[in-house]
């Protein structure tokens, strides 16, 4: 009996809940609005010269989402709507765990991009970049250094 009335107090004590707790809507700093749940999970690799970038976007139609590549970055930001309808929908929710709002992303490119050579396909809510690489210029010239007395 004891044991039921304090494990709440117990719980709070915890460290694992304690920091649970503090570093909740800090776990990734790319969502908004403290999402914390709902976020563009990505990969980025390169393959055959080009660099991909995979983003995952659950729930969200490809025309809510806004793609700008620049050579060095590409910018990724999408809306996922709530589907519920002003003024109540006649639903009693026991449990609403699905999240909505905006996602920025700003993924840095590991080497110079061509921003004109970016294509992006979206498919089962996943969001394909594919950008080329730029052919960097292996031409040099050696230069002389002089010293002055």
Not at 76 to 104: H, I, M, N, P, Q
């Amino acid at each position: 009996m004891a044991r039921e009335r304090f494990y709440p107090m117990m719980r709070m004590m915890d460290p694992e809940s304690i920091i649970d707790t503090f570093t909740r809507g800090f776990a990734d700093p790319f969502f908004t609005d403290g999402f914390t749940e709902f976020g563009a999970k990505t990969d980025l690799y390169r393959k055959d010269g080009k660099i991909y970038a995979e983003a995952e976007l659950p729930g969200i139609s490809p025309e809510d989402v806004e793609l700008h590549v620049y050579s060095d970055r590409l910018t990724l930001s999408a809306e996922k709507k709530s589907e519920t309808k002003e003024g109540g929908d006649g639903k009693s929710y026991f449990r609403s765990e699905r999240r909505y709002g905006k996602v920025e992303r700003v993924i840095s490119f590991p080497v110079e991009a061509d921003p004109e050579s970016a294509k992006a396909t979206f498919k089962n809510g996943v969001l394909t970049v594919e950008v080329a690489e730029k052919s960097q210029d292996k031409a040099h010239k050696k230069v002389a250094i002089t010293s002055e007395a």
